[in-house]
């Protein structure tokens, strides 16, 4: 019997056993300079995985305080905010922008899809936006939009490029400095493999003196504070410790892997995921390879199913899969294959979706979708 | 050989092992039922903690995130605030509410001693305040504040009271409802004996309306969205899911010794380690008991010693106690007695103390002070 559900949704993500006893360790003063020399190794090594030369801080919250310490520490009321949007998280940094008195341009993005270049340079060259905001691997839709592209865009018309990253850090190909990216977000309980609760922000040079220049705006994501602290290797406020105990070991095992090696193990399960539930005969709620999200795999109910179907895998295989977010409730279900994930676990997900199909009716010939995804990896 | 390096600082406090190991279960998914109840036992487990029959919300963050929460979630820019000081923690209410543009009145306590009740109240029948903030346990200064006459003022002048409890609460005597406060704020590293990382408010009524009403501000730290999340048993946003584990337990485990039994355990230990202290010879920085914090115990260094007694004191017996801070860096050192101490501990602290004093040339009989904190246990 299986010990405990498994979970294959966007976060949280599997957790490796040496890190939740390094998270269980007893706490220590965390004004030590035993503490320091941990977060040192925490500052260091996220710089390797954010891929930049500059300052990554730790901020004690969920990846959403990320997002917002981002938009408050540089945003200026009556500031013109452009939000490419196309899912849940996109429009988050929207709704973040509104609370602190921007004017947001949103540009819409049909869910699912991801924008037309042309389109999007147009938008930006029609606005006085100093600030662009977006997600680089929308959940809520498994979109993987061109980061890269909106790093071009936000140099050539100087604008402060804000990014989330939440979700795709660490299983996918992020390049805070190459892309331009000024404030870069990441989260700990998404493919870094551990349990929530720690938010990282990169912050460039040009994002930073906009944050010194701020003035009054908000106290606890204020990353004025965590810069000045994390130059004597500290945090401004009590950071969770245990966690950064965890976030250390966490980072020694990615480090152990390799991030490319890493990223490419994500980026193979993805494709012959892909291929496995087109031939189940599913529908990808995502049909274009190369918008689609290498770290979540976004699937249409068949007619006749709904989020029934979810809980009947949970309750049968103690497999955990995600249902749709906002509009797309009850209409695509989400398999998240982030962080730790192995083929195995992905054969485990195939077969559960195969067997649950075949129960509710479904023409399935079982280990059909196996094959297909041992075809690809 | 002691194995670790006990924490007498105040916060993070000794954590129980049973906490330690719900800490390092494996995460579940947070929108899950299983979660819910989970969460529901922590919410319920507050109330109790709290004294209070409105909600107590769970943020991740630092203790600093509820600070800010409460102040955000209920001031309007421009709006006037009294903030008492007396210490780093009175004084972080003023930096909060100037950075959200509130026109602060500080009411300045001298640090070390408490307000005089009549000065007060003038203060306040002289400001068009509509919002006061407190804390109740100053751990900058080990001072106890007595937050039930600014809770009469509260009601009498109509204004919000918003009482930081971070060090106080589990235990030293907190009343919520009776003392009329409408945000009350704790967080996970003090006396509920759990790693940093979780902060709690105590939300009423007459707070709950002014949040509903108020518009624009900040978003992770909204409590409007922590409010309406909470009647689904869930939160806006994902939260430090085995820090709540984590809670659930210290919550059982409170509830077992008792509320009452464990702040008369944290009155007891602080007035015995007081007259302990005494005798030693050494000068308590508060010198009235009325005033005294039951969690904090801050102590005079005697001519020709600083904070190298302190790291001789961590370093021989791997016993950590805290300096001073801002302005009283290297002029006092505090120990902090919170959550899960004992009479035993505090004799080992004692002990320290004393050897350390005799190896640095002061007169001291070994064991005098042990004598007089048993006297009065």
Same mark, same amino acid.
């Given at each position: 019997?299986?010990?405990?559900?498994?979970?294959?949704?966007?976060?949280? *993500?599997?957790?490796?056993?040496?890190? %939740?006893?390094?998270?269980? +360790?007893?706490?220590?003063?965390?004004?030590?300079?035993?503490?320091?020399?941990?977060?040192?190794?925490?500052?260091?090594?996220?710089?390797?995985?954010?891929?930049?030369?500059?300052?990554?801080?730790?901020?004690?919250?969920?990846?959403?305080?990320?997002? #917002?310490?981002?938009?408050?520490?540089?945003?200026?009321?009556? #500031?013109?905010?452009?939000?490419?949007?196309?899912?849940?998280?996109?429009?988050?940094?929207?709704?973040?922008?509104?609370?602190?008195?921007?004017?947001?341009? $949103?540009?819409?993005?049909?869910?699912? +899809?991801?924008?037309?270049?042309?389109?999007?340079?147009?938008?930006?060259?029609?606005?006085?936006?100093?600030?662009? *905001?977006?997600?680089?691997?929308?959940?809520? *839709?498994?979109?993987?939009?061109?980061?890269?592209?909106?790093? =071009?865009?936000?140099?050539?018309?100087?604008?402060?490029?804000?990014?989330?990253?939440?979700?795709?850090? !660490?299983?996918?190909?992020?390049?805070?400095?190459?892309?331009?990216?000024?404030?870069?977000?990441?989260?700990?309980?998404?493919?870094?493999?551990?349990?929530?609760?720690?938010?990282?922000?990169?912050?460039?040079?040009?994002?930073?003196? $906009?944050?010194?220049?701020?003035?009054?705006?908000?106290?606890?994501?204020?990353? +004025?504070?965590?810069?000045?602290?994390?130059?004597?290797?500290?945090?401004?406020?009590?950071?969770?410790?245990?966690?950064?105990?965890?976030?250390?070991?966490?980072?020694?095992?990615?480090?152990?892997?390799?991030?490319?090696?890493?990223?490419? $193990?994500?980026?193979?399960?993805?494709?012959?995921?892909?291929?496995?539930?087109?031939?189940?005969? %599913?529908? %990808?709620?995502?049909?274009?390879?190369?918008?689609?999200?290498?770290?979540?795999?976004?699937?249409?109910?068949? +007619?006749?199913?709904? #989020?029934?179907?979810?809980?009947?895998? =949970?309750?049968?295989?103690?497999?955990?899969?995600?249902?749709?977010?906002?509009?797309?409730?009850?209409?695509?279900?989400?398999? !998240?294959?982030?962080?730790?994930?192995?083929?195995?676990?992905?054969?485990?997900?195939?077969?559960?979706?195969? %067997?649950?199909?075949?129960?509710?009716?479904?023409?399935? $010939?079982?280990?059909?979708?196996?094959?297909?995804?041992?075809?690809?990896?």
């Amino acid at each position: 019997m299986q010990t405990r559900e498994k979970l294959f949704i966007p976060g949280p *993500t599997e957790v490796n056993e040496e890190v %939740l006893r390094a998270l269980s +360790k007893h706490p220590i003063g965390h004004r030590t300079e035993d503490f320091s020399k941990i977060l040192k190794e925490c500052f260091d090594g996220l710089k390797y995985i954010f891929r930049t030369k500059n300052p990554v801080v730790i901020l004690s919250g969920s990846g959403t305080s990320g997002m #917002d310490a981002a938009i408050a520490s540089v945003l200026k009321p009556g #500031d013109e905010v452009i939000c490419i949007t196309g899912g849940k998280f996109g429009e988050r940094f929207a709704e973040i922008a509104e609370a602190y008195g921007a004017r947001v341009k $949103r540009f819409e993005i049909e869910w699912g +899809k991801t924008f037309d270049k042309d389109e999007l340079e147009n938008f930006v060259a029609n606005s006085d936006a100093e600030i662009i *905001t977006m997600v680089h691997n929308e959940t809520s *839709t498994g979109v993987r939009h061109d980061a890269e592209f909106v790093g =071009k865009l936000a140099k050539k018309y100087n604008m402060i490029y804000i990014l989330d990253c939440i979700s795709s850090l !660490g299983g996918d190909y992020v390049e805070t400095d190459k892309w331009n990216v000024d404030l870069c977000i990441s989260g700990s309980q998404k493919c870094l493999s551990l349990p929530p609760g720690l938010s990282f922000v990169a912050i460039s040079e040009k994002a930073k003196e $906009r944050i010194e220049e701020n003035t009054t705006r908000c106290y606890y994501l204020n990353l +004025k504070k965590y810069l000045k602290s994390m130059e004597k290797n500290t945090t401004p406020f009590t950071p969770s410790i245990n966690l950064i105990f965890a976030l250390r070991k966490s980072i020694e095992l990615i480090r152990k892997e390799g991030l490319e090696n890493r990223i490419k $193990r994500h980026v193979k399960i993805s494709r012959a995921l892909r291929r496995a539930i087109e031939e189940i005969g %599913l529908e %990808l709620f995502v049909k274009d390879d190369d918008i689609a999200s290498r770290t979540v795999t976004s699937v249409k109910y068949p +007619k006749g199913l709904g #989020d029934d179907f979810r809980y009947e895998i =949970k309750n049968e295989f103690k497999i955990l899969l995600a249902g749709g977010q906002s509009k797309l409730k009850g209409k695509i279900f989400r398999i !998240g294959h982030m962080g730790n994930v192995t083929p195995n676990d992905v054969i485990a997900v195939l077969s559960a979706i195969e %067997l649950t199909l075949k129960r509710r009716g479904f023409n399935i $010939r079982l280990g059909k979708s196996i094959e297909k995804f041992l075809e690809y990896i």
